[in-house]
C-alpha cells in the first residue's frame, strides 16, 4: 500500500511541509513521485520515518540522525549519550518540582522559604546557553550576556512577553518573503533584516563579526534552530545567509575605526 505526503503527515502527526524539508536534505525521500509532482510512501518509508521520529525525540540532532539511521554513527552510542541528557533532564525537572511544593508550602504559611531557593533549578536552560557559546566564541559571549541583563533591568513579565512576541512577528515576516521565493539578499528580505538587528541592538549591539555568529547559532545550535524551524523548517538557513549578507554590506567589525 502507498500513502500520499498528507495521509503520512496525518498519521505521524507532523506536517507535510516538514516532510518535504527532510526529503530536500535527503532523510526521507520518497518511494515515488508521480507525473503530477505528488509524493508516495510505502512501508519501506514508514519505518525509516519511525525511526527519525524515535530519535527527535530522544534529543539526538537532526544532522545526525541521518548519518544513524544509515550506520554511519553507531546507533547505541547516540542513544546512549541522549539517555544520559535524558536523566540529567530528569534530575533538573526534580529540582524544580521540589521548588514548585517548596513555594507552596511557602505561601500556605507552613514554612518561610529562603529566597534564593525561588530559583532552584530555573536557570539551567540560559546557563547551557551561555556555556555553549562561551566555548565557541570566547569571553565576548560574557560581555554579551552582561549587556543583555544590564538592559533588561527591571522589566516585568509583560515586557519579555512583548519582546518575544514582537520577534516572532518578525520572524514570520521574513517566513512569508522566503515562501514567496524571495531571496535573503533581496531589499525586501534585509529591510527586515535590519529590524532584526535594529531589535537586537536595544541590548546589546551585534558588530558583523558578532552578527555572523548569531547567525551560525541560529544555523547550528539543535535548540536555537528548533525554534525558528518551528516557524518554518527551512527559515534558519534563510535567516542565517540573510544575516550574513546584512552583516557583510552594512556592518563593521568591532576593530574597524
Do not use: C
Not at 47 to 60: A, C, D, H, P, S
Not at 145 to 151: G, L
Not at 153 to 179: I, K, P
Not at 234 to 240: I, V
Request: aromatic letters at 6%; charged letters at 25%; zero cysteines.
Amino acid at each position: 500500500m502507498r500513502y500520499s505526503i498528507s495521509q503520512l503527515a496525518t498519521m505521524a502527526g507532523i506536517s507535510a511541509r516538514t516532510l518535504r524539508h527532510y526529503d530536500a536534505i535527503g532523510l526521507l525521500a520518497p518511494a515515488e513521485i508521480g507525473a503530477n509532482g505528488y509524493r508516495w510512501y510505502g512501508r519501506e518509508q514508514l519505518l525509516r520515518l519511525q525511526r527519525i521520529l524515535l530519535l527527535r525525540e530522544v534529543g539526538v540532532p537532526l544532522g545526525q540522525i541521518g548519518q544513524v539511521i544509515d550506520g554511519q554513527v553507531n546507533e547505541i552510542t547516540a542513544l546512549r549519550a541522549q539517555r544520559a541528557q535524558i536523566l540529567a533532564e530528569q534530575h533538573r525537572l526534580g529540582t524544580v518540582i521540589e521548588t514548585i511544593d517548596a513555594t507552596i508550602t511557602d505561601l500556605t504559611g507552613a514554612h518561610t522559604m529562603d529566597p534564593a531557593d525561588f530559583f532552584r533549578g530555573l536557570h539551567h536552560d540560559r546557563s547551557r546557553l551561555k556555556h555553549r557559546l562561551e566555548a565557541a566564541h570566547g569571553p565576548v559571549v560574557e560581555d554579551a550576556f552582561t549587556a543583555v541583563d544590564t538592559a533588561t533591568d527591571g522589566w516585568e513579565m509583560t515586557d519579555y512577553e512583548q519582546a518575544a512576541a514582537e520577534n516572532r512577528a518578525l520572524l514570520h515576516r521574513m517566513a512569508e518573503l522566503m515562501q514567496h521565493q524571495v531571496p535573503p539578499d533581496d531589499q525586501e528580505a534585509q529591510e527586515l533584516v535590519e529590524k532584526h538587528h535594529g531589535a537586537i541592538a536595544r541590548y546589546w549591539e551585534p558588530h558583523a563579526a558578532a552578527y555572523r555568529a548569531l547567525a551560525d547559532l541560529y544555523l547550528n545550535d539543535e535548540e536555537q534552530r528548533a525554534w525558528i524551524a518551528d516557524i518554518d523548517p527551512a527559515l534558519p538557513g534563510w535567516l542565517a545567509t540573510a544575516m550574513k549578507t546584512y552583516a557583510t554590506h552594512h556592518l563593521r567589525d568591532a576593530t574597524t575605526p
